[in-house]
C-alpha cells in the first residue's frame, strides 16, 4: 500500500498567485481529510469529505479556500489568491469508516507564500 | 467547544527511561483518542487509538490509558530509546456523529544517547 500521496512536497509562490494541493488517498479508504499545521495554532481540521461529498467546511478560513473531491482517488485544495499568512504545512489523510477508523497522513505540502 | 492540550510541551530524557505524556480534553463526550507520532518534516502516524469504551491499549512498549470522566489520557513509553524521539500528539475525535478530530499541539520528545 502507498499510503496517502501528496504533491507537491514544497510550493513556494508570490502572494497573490493561485495554488493547487493535491492528495491521493489510500485506495478504499471513503473518507478525506484536509489539515493545516503552524507553529502558532498546530493541526487544524480545514475540511473533510465522505463517500467523495464534503461533509463539514466549518474549518476553511476565508472564500480564498475551496477544496474538491471530484473521485475516489483524488482530492484538491486550492488557495485563490494566496496570502503571505496562508503559509504552512497542509496535510492530507483519509479513513477507511468501517475498520479501525484510524487516520493515514500523507507527508503535507509545505506552502511558503511570499 | 473541545480543546485538548499536552503537557509537557518538550521533554528531554536519557535512553532506558520510562516516562508518560499527557494529554487532557475538555469535552469527555467524545468518541475515541488516538496517539499519533510526528517526525520532522513528516506527516503523522497513529500509534494507539483507544475507543471511549476501553481503558487502555497497547502496542509493544507503548502503552495508552483513558479516563474518560476525568478528561485525561497518557502515553506511557517503556524503555525509551533514542529512535523514540519525535513529537507526539494526542487527538480526540467527538461523539456527535462528527468525524472531526481535535488535536493537541503535541509533547517534543528527545531521548538521549
Known amino acids: 500500500d502507498a499510503g496517502v500521496i501528496q504533491s507537491p512536497r514544497h510550493e513556494v509562490t508570490e502572494m497573490g498567485q493561485e495554488v493547487t494541493l493535491r492528495c491521493k488517498p489510500i485506495?478504499?479508504?471513503?473518507?478525506l481529510f484536509w489539515y493545516r499545521q503552524t507553529m502558532m495554532r498546530g493541526l487544524e481540521l480545514l475540511i473533510y469529505?465522505?463517500?467523495?461529498?464534503?461533509?463539514?467546511d466549518s474549518g476553511m478560513p476565508e472564500d480564498r479556500f475551496s477544496a474538491k473531491m471530484p473521485n475516489a482517488s483524488f482530492s484538491t485544495l486550492k488557495i485563490q489568491p494566496s496570502e503571505p499568512r496562508d503559509s504552512a504545512v497542509y496535510f492530507c489523510?483519509?479513513?477507511?469508516?468501517?475498520?479501525?477508523?484510524?487516520?493515514?497522513f500523507g507527508n503535507g505540502t509545505r506552502l511558503t507564500v511570499t | 467547544k473541545q480543546e485538548v492540550t499536552q503537557i509537557p510541551a518538550a521533554l528531554s530524557v536519557p535512553e532506558g527511561e520510562n516516562l508518560v505524556l499527557n494529554c487532557s480534553f475538555t469535552?469527555?463526550?467524545?468518541?475515541?483518542l488516538q496517539w499519533f507520532r510526528q517526525d520532522p518534516g513528516k506527516g503523522l502516524t497513529s500509534l494507539l487509538l483507544?475507543?471511549?469504551?476501553?481503558r487502555e491499549q497497547t502496542s509493544g512498549r507503548l502503552n495508552a490509558s483513558l479516563d474518560k470522566s476525568s478528561g485525561r489520557s497518557t502515553l506511557y513509553i517503556a524503555a525509551s530509546q533514542p529512535g523514540d524521539s519525535a513529537t507526539y500528539l494526542c487527538?480526540?475525535?467527538?461523539?456527535?456523529?462528527?468525524?472531526?478530530?481535535?488535536f493537541g499541539t503535541g509533547t517534543r520528545l528527545k531521548v538521549l544517547a
Open positions: 489523510a483519509s479513513s477507511f469508516s468501517k475498520a479501525q477508523r484510524t487516520l493515514h
Open positions: 485506495s478504499g479508504h471513503d473518507y
Open positions: 469529505f465522505n463517500n467523495n461529498v464534503p461533509i463539514d
Open positions: 469535552d469527555s463526550a467524545i468518541y475515541n
Open positions: 483507544i475507543q471511549s469504551s476501553q
Open positions: 487527538a480526540v475525535r467527538g461523539s456527535s456523529g462528527t468525524y472531526k478530530y481535535i
